[in-house]
């Protein structure tokens, strides 16, 4: 699981992680939601230790991302991130975009790492488009494109950051779709989302962050359907 511990984060002078405790068990989707500047992508990049941090811990399968001691680069293989912009390599054909980091990262041989990736492009529904540069693919095909690249290292929690917000509408449910087949194949996630419904429908729990703190966490019914605070009240009415 992942255990964040009244963790504080600053840039220079500007405190953007209050002091967020979160706790996300084995097989949980848990969407944070919150206005822009709540400091969502800040404490995805933070769970990732792509970011440091002033204070707390966070510990993945009881290891702490932030101690010295600990080996980032091993610890990353087991998060997995997916971003709003999609960053596959364009040169490389969408096989190749996957097989990458199996490969370089992971020593896998080449055909294994090919075996592999022609997998998860299966698995979010790309098995046809191995071949196809991504500048050929729609938006959609591009995420999902991304999720297959950070599956193929074998992550036991997937992180996504409003991977859908820069989607033509029309395009967003089948990304939407990949990630409710793989929380039904009991992925552990952790999902920033302005997507209300989506959060409502497949979220175990929701964070409602707030100015770098969490606000209010519950089910999707009782932070979403019947908000607590006010501030979550007023968020919610913004965003449906
Ligand atoms: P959200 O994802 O909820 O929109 P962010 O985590 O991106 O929020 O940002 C939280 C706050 O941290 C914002 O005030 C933002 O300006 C600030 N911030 C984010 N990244 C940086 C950075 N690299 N340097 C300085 N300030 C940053
Ligand atoms: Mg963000």
Redesign the pocket.
């Known amino acids: 699981m992942i255990r964040i511990s009244n963790v504080q984060k600053a ?1 220079g002078s ?1 405190i ?1 992680l209050k002091g967020i405790d979160l706790t996300i068990e084995k097989g949980e989707l848990v969407c944070l939601i ?1 206005a ?8 995805l990049q933070c769970i990732n230790g792509l970011e440091p941090i002033q204070g707390g811990e966070i510990l993945v399968d009881g290891i702490s991302v932030h101690d010295p001691k600990t080996d980032i680069n091993k610890l990353r293989c087991k998060l997995g991130i997916v971003f709003q912009q999609y960053n596959a390599f364009p040169h490389l054909t969408a096989l190749e975009n996957v097989a990458l980091a199996p490969r370089v990262v992971a020593k896998r041989s080449r055909a294994e790492a090919r075996a592999l990736a022609q997998k998860h492009l299966e698995h979010v529904g790309l098995g046809d488009k191995g071949d196809s540069l991504p500048s050929q693919l729609s938006g959609g095909q591009q995420q999902r494109l991304a999720i297959a690249r950070a599956l193929a290292m074998e992550p036991s929690y997937m992180l996504f950051d409003e991977v859908t917000s820069a989607l033509d509408p029309e395009l967003v449910g089948e990304v939407l779709e990949t990630m409710r087949l793989l929380k039904s194949e009991g992925m552990t996630m952790v999902v ?1 989302t302005h997507d209300i419904n989506f959060a409502r429908e497949s979220a175990d729990r929701v964070a409602f ?1 707030c100015q770098g703190e969490v606000c209010e966490i519950g089910t999707a019914e009782e932070v979403i359907d019947h908000p607590r605070k006010e501030q979550t009240q007023k968020f919610l009415r913004r965003e449906k």
């Open positions: 840039f500007v953007v919150g822009s500047g709540s400091g969502k992508s800040t404490l920033v962050l």
